[in-house]
């Protein structure tokens, strides 16, 4: 949606999480000041970030946790239920492939693709393990709709290029480079080492 922050959107994931670990817990309401004390951020906030989606919740009372739930995933589009594929699956493609999380959030891991024949034909999570050759065809046969790419650096952009090309939505890519990918392409960088440095470095000057 146009005029709504990136940071408003990173937020809705949180949300969504706070409101399902409450439903487990069985609230069936919540105020956005309980919300933003399990997030640390403030109820004027919350407010501001769903009041750009629409109306929710009833004044005096809160919001009432299953009906924001289902809301916030709506707008997430977790409801549609994403076909997934890994491609490369060594330690980090192995770990991903058995992550329980993704079937709850409506994702679905249908394909896993790697070039090393000890590798493949092996099942990781009751998916078989697929010679990379043939991604291309079984991505169009399984219409799969995101490519988790978790090969080493050198050999990222090149699968990268086969992803667009077999018109794949996005891509959510942990190879530790940049893709050049065009505009019409959604890709998400996760890398690992940043995060780490980055934890290294506060940690460094944190007094013991």
């Avoid at 956005?32 to 640390?40: A, D």
């Avoid at 995933?73 to 890994?86: E, K, Q, V």
């Avoid at 991903?96 to 990781?124: K, M, R």
Wanted: aromatic share 6%.
């Amino acid at each position: 949606m146009k005029g709504i922050s990136k940071a408003t959107i990173d937020r809705l994931p949180l949300y969504f999480r706070a409101l399902r670990m409450a439903q487990d817990e069985g609230l069936d309401v919540m105020s956005s000041e309980e919300l933003g004390r399990r997030l640390e951020i403030t109820p004027e906030q919350i407010r501001k970030d769903l009041a750009s989606f629409g109306q929710f919740g009833k004044k005096g009372v809160g919001y009432y946790v299953n009906e924001l739930k289902r809301s916030i995933s709506n707008i997430l589009g977790l409801d549609n239920h994403w076909n997934m594929a890994i491609i490369g699956i060594g330690h980090l493609g192995s770990a991903l492939a058995n992550h329980q999380s993704f079937i709850s959030l409506g994702f679905n891991l249908v394909a896993l693709f790697d070039q090393d024949p000890t590798i493949v034909g092996q099942t990781v999570n009751h998916v078989k393990v697929e010679d990379i050759s043939i991604m291309e065809e079984k991505i169009k046969e399984l219409n799969i709709h995101i490519g988790i790419i978790t090969v080493p650096g050198q050999f990222a952009q090149e699968i990268a290029d086969r992803l667009v090309k077999a018109k794949i939505r996005g891509i959510w890519n942990f190879a530790p480079i940049r893709m050049k990918v065009p505009d019409t392409m959604h890709i998400v960088n996760e890398d690992l080492s940043i995060g780490l440095s980055c934890l290294s470095y506060h940690i460094t000057r944190k007094p013991r």
